[in-house]
């Protein structure tokens, strides 16, 4: 065979393997640790785009997130993951950063670290931006001098606590009724929130079998501060993941008008005393019953007994009527205008339940209930 020819096959055999695993869709040569590498060392924001997954999707996010300039500290080292190093490359990898040191809450000196989440795509691997930053669509500080009422997603790190506060304290039975989470942030730093989520529902039931290893977890959980809740406590409105990668293309979006009334069906049928903080007072009308005259005819002081009265009263009526708020299903928003959306849930019976819930800026409040009989 002629050395040339016989060269060049030689080399094929060689390479082929090669541009199988590394070489065929447009993957790259590049490591996880040298993608990473290369983010990090990019000069300005709109650089990071060529290495991120979806940059499409995340350039306004980022625009948004690096507007101050706040680009992490030059790091010090890039620790390989052991995935990335075998000679099957994995879908996901996980690369360590150290920037250093910083300091802890006793004062202490700890290690500064973020670990780098990264997809392999036909171009290679990508850095999903949204999860190894833990982005959110607000920062924590702002949240809390907000609080608004409308639920919104948050990737958070969280953990089982026995803080019981504000509306969910102890002695309003906030232990037997909830757990209470521990919330903190990308880096680790407790946000000084603590959420607070149903025992009895599934999503509450899913958490608990997530965090009763008593270990801090990854999650995206929809949250929403009580209405005119003074305290740093918010409700748990949704259970979306313990994962801050957003992949499950089953996860419906549930309007948050939806999620809001049935909140306040629950608080209600259980006699909470934060239910009253989820209705419109002023506007309320229960069951063909116009509240508003007869509430606004009460001095001050009136109006909070017979606020309070109103909740035990509803809860105990329920309950001797037999009422299952588990038998209320297929929740559903049914209408829209403007400021005012119409939520139905249906009956085990031939009757659905109609909740009307107003938004004013970023808060809601339920402004009627009423239970009709289907056609």
């Known amino acids: 065979m002629d050395k040339i020819l016989y060269r060049a096959l030689v080399t094929a055999i060689f390479f082929l393997p090669l541009c199988f695993f590394g070489c065929s869709k447009g993957i790259t040569?590049?490591?996880?640790?040298?993608?990473?590498?290369?983010?990090?060392?990019?000069?300005?924001?709109?650089?990071?785009?060529?290495?991120?997954?979806?940059?499409?999707?995340?350039?306004?996010?980022?625009?948004?997130?690096y507007k101050d300039g706040k680009f992490p500290a030059t790091f010090v080292s890039i620790e390989s993951d052991p995935q990335s190093s075998s000679t099957q490359m994995a879908e996901w990898v996980e690369v360590k950063v150290v920037f250093g040191n910083k300091t802890g809450f006793l004062g202490q000196q700890i290690e500064d670290t973020r670990d780098y989440l990264l997809q392999l795509t036909k171009d290679g691997y990508k850095i999903d931006w949204e999860a190894s930053v833990g982005y959110n669509s607000i920062e924590w500080k702002a949240y809390l001098a907000q609080r608004p009422t409308k639920m919104i997603k948050f990737r958070l790190i969280g953990e089982l606590s026995d803080y019981f506060n504000y509306e969910f304290r102890a002695d309003l039975e906030g232990r037997k009724k909830y757990y209470s989470i521990k919330l903190s942030d990308a880096d680790g730093t407790d946000v000084g929130i603590h959420a607070y989520i149903f025992r009895g529902?599934?999503?509450g039931k899913k958490i608990f079998e997530l965090l009763k290893d008593g270990e801090p977890h990854y999650m995206i959980l929809g949250l929403r501060f009580l209405p005119n809740s003074d305290g740093d406590v918010v409700l748990v409105s949704r259970f979306y993941q313990n994962s801050w990668i957003e992949e499950d293309?089953?996860?419906?979006?549930?309007?948050?008008?939806?999620?809001?009334?049935?909140?306040a069906l629950i608080f209600l049928s259980s006699g909470e005393p934060a239910s009253e903080k989820y209705l419109d007072w002023e506007n309320l009308k229960v069951l063909d019953m116009n509240i508003r005259p007869i509430y606004n005819s009460y001095s001050e002081w009136e109006q909070y007994s017979f606020r309070k009265s109103f909740v035990e009263t509803f809860?105990?009526?329920?309950?001797?009527?037999?009422?299952?708020?588990?038998?209320?299903?297929?929740?559903?928003?049914?209408?829209?205008?403007?400021?005012?959306?119409?939520?139905?849930?249906?009956?085990?019976?031939?009757?659905?339940?109609?909740?009307?819930v107003s938004t004013f800026g970023e808060n809601l409040q339920v402004r009627e209930i009423s239970v009709i009989k289907k056609k």
């Open 29 to 65: 040569s590049d490591s996880p640790e040298a993608i990473v590498r290369k983010y990090l060392n990019a000069p300005a924001w709109e650089d990071r785009l060529a290495f991120v997954r979806y940059p499409e999707k995340v350039k306004p996010l980022m625009s948004e997130h």
């Open 201 to 203: 529902t599934e999503e």
């Open 249 to 263: 293309t089953s996860i419906v979006e549930i309007p948050d008008e939806v999620l809001f009334a049935r909140e």
């Open 315 to 356: 809860a105990t009526s329920f309950r001797r009527k037999g009422g299952n708020i588990n038998a209320l299903n297929n929740w559903r928003l049914d209408s829209e205008n403007g400021g005012t959306s119409i939520v139905v849930a249906d009956f085990e019976s031939p009757y659905y339940l109609r909740v009307v």
